[in-house]
């Protein structure tokens, strides 16, 4: 591994700057970064470290009872991971806020440890989940390829500031914007976007006991 320290290099954060793969992983393990979010993808990395704010928890929250609502109720089978990372050895990395691993009747199931889960091994997950209060652009443009390149089916980007998801199927190394999710079949992208809006005003509870008059 190259030893890249404080001293020996520019470590600009919150954008993405040119850097080997061997590169990435000394900086990402650097103490200071313990807790940053780590990116890689195509000769680039970016390492988050900006706070994150009270409107992207609440989200997230939201949007992981979400799926995990309706894939209960409709007998989906799905595996869930919160900012979990995720490694095609010398190509890419990401870290996105939500990821599912969704099947029908079976799903993969990576094996609990504390690395990344390994690409190579499992595959990309089926459904990547970003939620942007301030990296909006980023998530819609850099992130959107990395995903793009990684394989995920779908990948949906979330802005907190105006409560709306923005959904891509994702096949051929390329997406295009979808209003109804296939992986999680029928689901209504307006829906997911109602549900976030009543959570401005109403409590989790709430918002749970709606989601699941529409779900069954």
């Given at each position: 591994?190259?030893?890249?320290?404080p001293?020996?290099?520019?470590l600009?954060?919150?954008?993405?700057?040119?850097?080997?793969w061997?590169?990435?992983?000394a900086?990402?393990?650097?103490?200071?970064?313990?807790?940053?979010?780590?990116?890689?993808?195509?000769g680039?990395?970016?390492?988050?470290?900006?706070?994150?704010?009270?409107?992207?928890g609440?989200?997230?929250?939201?949007?992981?009872?979400?799926?995990?609502?309706?894939?209960?109720?409709?007998?989906?089978?799905?595996?869930?991971?919160?900012?979990?990372?995720?490694?095609?050895?010398?190509?890419?990395?990401?870290?996105?806020?939500?990821?599912?691993?969704?099947g029908?009747?079976?799903?993969q199931?990576?094996?609990?440890?504390?690395?990344?889960?390994?690409?190579?091994?499992?595959?990309?997950?089926?459904?990547?989940?970003?939620?942007?209060?301030?990296?909006?652009n980023?998530?819609?443009?850099?992130?959107?390829?990395?995903?793009?390149?990684?394989?995920?089916?779908?990948y949906?980007?979330?802005?907190?500031?105006?409560?709306?998801?923005?959904?891509?199927?994702?096949?051929?190394?390329?997406?295009f914007?979808?209003?109804t999710?296939?992986?999680?079949?029928?689901?209504?992208?307006?829906?997911?976007?109602?549900?976030?809006?009543?959570?401005?005003?109403?409590?989790?509870?709430?918002?749970?006991?709606?989601?699941?008059?529409?779900?069954?």
């Amino acid at each position: 591994m190259v030893n890249v320290s404080p001293a020996s290099r520019n470590l600009a954060t919150d954008t993405w700057v040119t850097a080997t793969w061997d590169e990435f992983l000394a900086i990402a393990h650097l103490p200071q970064f313990k807790h940053a979010r780590c990116y890689y993808d195509a000769g680039w990395m970016r390492i988050e470290t900006r706070p994150i704010g009270s409107g992207h928890g609440q989200d997230n929250s939201i949007l992981a009872a979400v799926v995990s609502l309706y894939g209960t109720l409709r007998d989906v089978a799905y595996v869930s991971f919160i900012n979990s990372s995720f490694r095609k050895t010398g190509e890419r990395e990401c870290q996105p806020d939500l990821a599912y691993y969704i099947g029908t009747t079976e799903v993969q199931r990576p094996t609990k440890n504390s690395q990344p889960v390994d690409v190579d091994t499992w595959g990309p997950p089926t459904l990547a989940i970003e939620i942007a209060s301030t990296t909006l652009n980023d998530d819609l443009g850099q992130k959107r390829l990395l995903y793009e390149r990684l394989g995920v089916a779908e990948y949906w980007v979330v802005s907190v500031e105006t409560a709306t998801v923005i959904a891509f199927k994702v096949a051929d190394r390329g997406s295009f914007q979808i209003d109804t999710s296939e992986v999680l079949p029928r689901l209504a992208i307006a829906t997911i976007e109602e549900a976030l809006r009543r959570s401005q005003t109403e409590d989790d509870g709430a918002v749970n006991r709606w989601l699941l008059k529409q779900f069954r």
